[in-house]
């Protein structure tokens, strides 16, 4: 039991470059929400529903961080910072993070699968801040999704989903980053939602300028022909529009 805690705690630390010891990361209201619904699964399990409700919102009032005792959770999942959400039906692999203000939430169960509201997480899934995670999809295993984001379809293996909806976005392999990725994403511009839509209203900036340029020549084209006396009547080979 020891050896498996001590083995929690460096992976954390692996993944937590603020923490300094074992002692400190057992301070982390994400290991003290995990430990708790460890418990409170067994009695859930057990169809001791009340009991681990009671757990429940007992863990949530110290860690400000609700898992419902319905959710099953692998081995090292990394819950930094408080405000998240997990749901009943819920699934997370193993050596899944997940940073402040996420939700696996729910849907109709008539959207989906019977009596399955809730997101399937693979192992090695990172999740950033604020992400939503809605509905009986599956997040593929070593998948990123980005702060933010909305994920409402499955995603596959490895993808790096970011916006609202979520969607993957490409990158080369060689720009690929090895090992853990922070928040999901890399912190980089070449990734950031807000530079992308900066560069897509730059290029629709840049057609609309041409445009008016267009139609500034055409005036002044015109107000040329009207000084010259030119009744417009040139054939139509030689009209200042062709």
Same mark, same amino acid.
């Given at each position: 039991?020891?050896?498996?805690?001590?083995?929690?705690?460096?992976?954390?630390?692996?993944?937590?470059?603020?923490?300094?010891?074992?002692? %400190?990361?057992?301070?982390?209201?994400?290991?003290?929400?995990?430990?708790?619904?460890?418990?409170?699964?067994?009695?859930?399990?057990?169809?001791?529903?009340?009991?681990?409700?009671?757990? +429940?919102?007992? *863990?949530?009032?110290?860690? *400000?961080?609700?898992?419902? =005792?319905?959710?099953?959770?692998?081995?090292?999942?990394?819950?930094?910072?408080?405000?998240?959400?997990?749901?009943?039906?819920?699934? !997370?692999?193993? +050596?899944?993070?997940?940073?402040?203000?996420?939700?696996?939430?729910? $849907? +109709? =169960?008539?959207?989906?699968?019977?009596?399955?509201?809730?997101?399937?997480?693979?192992?090695?899934?990172? !999740?950033?801040?604020?992400?939503?995670?809605?509905?009986?999809?599956?997040?593929?295993?070593?998948?990123? !999704?980005? *702060? +933010?984001?909305?994920? $409402?379809?499955?995603?596959? %293996?490895?993808?790096?989903?970011?916006?609202?909806?979520?969607?993957?976005?490409?990158?080369?392999?060689?720009?690929?980053?090895?090992?853990?990725?922070?928040?999901?994403? =890399?912190?980089?511009?070449?990734?950031?939602?807000?530079?992308?839509?900066? %560069?897509?209203?730059?290029?629709?900036?840049?057609?609309?300028?041409?445009?008016?340029? *267009?139609?500034?020549?055409?005036?002044?084209?015109?107000?040329?022909?009207?000084?010259?006396?030119? $009744?417009?009547?040139?054939?139509? %080979?030689?009209?200042?529009?062709?």
């Amino acid at each position: 039991m020891a050896g498996r805690l001590g083995a929690y705690l460096d992976s954390i630390k692996r993944r937590d470059p603020a923490a300094r010891s074992r002692l %400190e990361i057992l301070l982390y209201p994400g290991v003290w929400a995990v430990i708790w619904h460890r418990l409170a699964h067994g009695l859930y399990r057990a169809r001791l529903h009340f009991l681990a409700r009671m757990v +429940n919102h007992f *863990a949530r009032f110290l860690t *400000a961080i609700d898992i419902h =005792p319905g959710a099953r959770i692998g081995r090292r999942l990394f819950i930094d910072h408080g405000f998240s959400v997990i749901g009943e039906t819920a699934e !997370i692999g193993d +050596n899944v993070t997940i940073y402040q203000c996420v939700t696996l939430g729910g $849907t +109709n =169960p008539a959207d989906g699968v019977p009596g399955k509201r809730h997101p399937t997480i693979g192992d090695d899934v990172i !999740i950033g801040s604020g992400a939503q995670v809605l509905g009986p999809v599956t997040v593929g295993k070593g998948a990123r !999704i980005g *702060a +933010n984001a909305v994920v $409402t379809k499955d995603v596959p %293996e490895g993808a790096v989903m970011i916006g609202i909806p979520a969607r993957s976005t490409l990158m080369e392999a060689e720009d690929k980053p090895a090992g853990f990725v922070p928040y999901g994403t =890399p912190c980089s511009e070449m990734f950031d939602p807000s530079t992308q839509r900066l %560069e897509l209203m730059r290029c629709e900036l840049e057609a609309m300028r041409k445009q008016i340029d *267009a139609l500034i020549a055409e005036r002044d084209g015109a107000g040329a022909s009207s000084a010259t006396g030119d $009744t417009g009547d040139r054939p139509a %080979e030689e009209s200042d529009c062709a």
